[in-house]
């Protein structure tokens, strides 16, 4: 049974505290990704990583960081926490190989600054 | 780019009828499709995809989409809604760097 999973279900930090989400997955999936999840808006990708040590922007990337030192762990950084940053945080995986499209998600970290 | 548009940020149905989730899309090239749901404090799971080949796609728990390309659509039905199918659901677009774009969402409520 594939799975991803993340560190914390829920998390509540302060305003400028650094928060680190972990995320590892057990499939041996070389794309990772990150996503925030806000009412009425979806889900919206932050950071997604194709391999080791190799990071892309997503559409959303401003006030965050991410570390990929191992295949199966994708760190999502906020460097200085603000209230904006409050939201659930999605992490995903895949594949590329074969027609595998499906990315699995974990069960998300409700993130609340205050 | 890719984008998707879910027509209905709520749709409620009593128990035993039809459930009808819209999605438009927004493609450069034969996009692949999917509908994901989320129960409450329950993580994503894939309903179904389409990735061209048959335009009527079959999931799980009797859901199914239909690609139809003249309309950029891919609406999810259900020809009878049970209590357990009340949940969010997305409709999302994949792009070739196996990014994914989602919809706003379609919270489904279901009467009993």
């Known amino acids: 049974d594939v799975k991803v999973t993340q560190s914390s279900r829920y998390l509540v930090k302060r305003t400028g505290e650094k928060v680190f989400l972990e995320c590892v997955q057990d499939m041996d999936h070389e794309n990772m990704f990150w996503y925030r999840q806000d009412p009425g808006l979806g889900l919206r990708l932050i950071y997604f990583?194709?391999?080791?040590?190799?990071?892309e922007k997503g559409d959303i990337p401003e006030g965050y960081s991410v570390s990929r030192e191992k295949k199966e762990r994708f760190s999502l950084i906020l460097e200085s926490a603000s209230t904006n940053q409050t939201s659930m945080y999605l992490c995903?995986?895949?594949?590329?190989?074969?027609?595998?499209?499906?990315?699995?998600f974990g069960p998300g970290t409700r993130l609340t600054v205050t | 780019a890719q984008s998707v548009t879910q027509l209905d940020s709520h749709v409620s149905v009593s128990e035993g009828t039809p459930v009808l989730l819209r999605c438009n899309y927004s493609?450069?090239?034969?996009?692949?499709l999917f509908w994901y749901v989320q129960h409450p404090n329950k993580g994503l799971q894939l309903l179904l995809k389409y990735t061209s080949a048959a335009t009527l796609v079959k999931g799980i728990n009797g859901f199914e989409a239909e690609f139809k390309k003249s309309e950029t659509s891919f609406h999810l039905t259900k020809p009878s809604a049970h209590m357990s199918d009340a949940a969010e659901y997305f409709c999302?677009?994949?792009?070739?760097?196996?990014?994914?774009?989602f919809g706003a969402g379609t919270t489904v409520t279901v009467r009993a």
């Open positions: 999302v677009v994949r792009s070739n760097d196996y990014k994914l774009s």
């Open positions: 493609s450069s090239y034969s996009p692949s």
């Open positions: 990583s194709y391999d080791v040590k190799m990071k």
């Open positions: 995903a995986s895949t594949s590329p190989a074969g027609n595998s499209y499906e990315q699995y």
